[in-house]
């Protein structure tokens, strides 16, 4: 599966009608999604992730850095601190969207000390 084809499924899920009614909605789908997908295409989700956390837009990066967290995907750790700096700088976003940021960079830190 290549990037195009990770990408084509998870924004299937910002056309999906009920992602509108709630964010959770949204959020849930793209992470069952993403699950599936980093089980067989791992590379291909993570190119995906960094370019929604570069877009630096609503919701697709804090979508991005939640799906990271939550699947263990330490690979985005500099995008997400790259990002960090550009937020706690005042660049980006309000300041807090730091809380999630820090909790989601323990989380992948604390997941690569114990292994």
């Not at 993403?34 to 993570?46: E, F, M, Y």
């Not at 550009?86 to 997941?111: P, T, W």
Request: with cysteine; glycine share 8%; proline share 3%.
């Amino acid at each position: 599966m290549a990037k195009e084809d990770v990408l084509e499924i998870l924004e299937a899920e910002f056309c999906d009608p009920g992602g509108y009614k709630s964010g959770e909605y949204l959020w849930e789908h793209v992470l069952r999604r993403s699950a599936k997908i980093v089980q067989n295409d791992r590379p291909g989700l993570v190119e995906v992730l960094q370019e929604w956390i570069g877009s630096q837009t609503e919701p697709r990066t804090m979508l991005a850095v939640w799906v990271a967290q939550s699947l263990g995907i330490r690979e985005l750790i500099p995008q997400i601190q790259r990002l960090r700096e550009q937020i706690s700088s005042g660049k980006l976003f309000y300041g807090d969207y730091l809380k999630d940021i820090d909790e989601a960079l323990s989380v992948l830190e604390e997941q690569g000390q114990t292994k």
